[in-house]
C-alpha cells in the first residue's frame, strides 16, 4: 500500500494495464474482492497521478474494510 506512492507512476500504467496487480492481488493474496475493484480502475483509463490517487483510494478502503472486519470479529 505504502509502494503506489512511491513507485514511478509509469509503472503503476504499465501493471496495472498489463493486468499485473489484479492477477497478483487474486492469485497471491487470494483477495477476490479487491482484484475485481482494480479491475475496474482499468476500465477508466486513468493516467498519471490521477491513477496513483485511486489507485491508493481502493487499496486503502479495501484494507479499511479488511481490518475493520477483522477487529469486530474477535469480540
Same mark, same amino acid.
Given at each position: 500500500m505504502? #509502494?503506489i506512492? %512511491? &513507485?514511478? &507512476?509509469k509503472s !503503476? %500504467? =504499465?501493471? !496495472?494495464?498489463?493486468?499485473? =496487480? %489484479?492477477?497478483w492481488?487474486a492469485? &497471491? !493474496?487470494q483477495?477476490?474482492?479487491l482484484?475485481?475493484?482494480? #479491475?475496474r !480502475? *482499468? #476500465?477508466l483509463?486513468l493516467?498519471?497521478?490521477s491513477l496513483?490517487? *485511486?489507485l491508493?483510494?481502493? &487499496?486503502?478502503?479495501? =484494507?479499511k474494510?479488511?481490518?475493520? *472486519?477483522?477487529?469486530?470479529?474477535r =469480540?
Amino acid at each position: 500500500m505504502e #509502494k503506489i506512492n %512511491e &513507485v514511478d &507512476v509509469k509503472s !503503476l %500504467e =504499465f501493471h !496495472l494495464y498489463r493486468g499485473d =496487480f %489484479e492477477k497478483w492481488i487474486a492469485e &497471491v !493474496l487470494q483477495d477476490t474482492d479487491l482484484a475485481s475493484e482494480i #479491475k475496474r !480502475l *482499468q #476500465k477508466l483509463s486513468l493516467t498519471g497521478n490521477s491513477l496513483r490517487d *485511486q489507485l491508493s483510494f481502493t &487499496v486503502s478502503r479495501r =484494507f479499511k474494510r479488511l481490518t475493520s *472486519q477483522s477487529a469486530s470479529s474477535r =469480540f
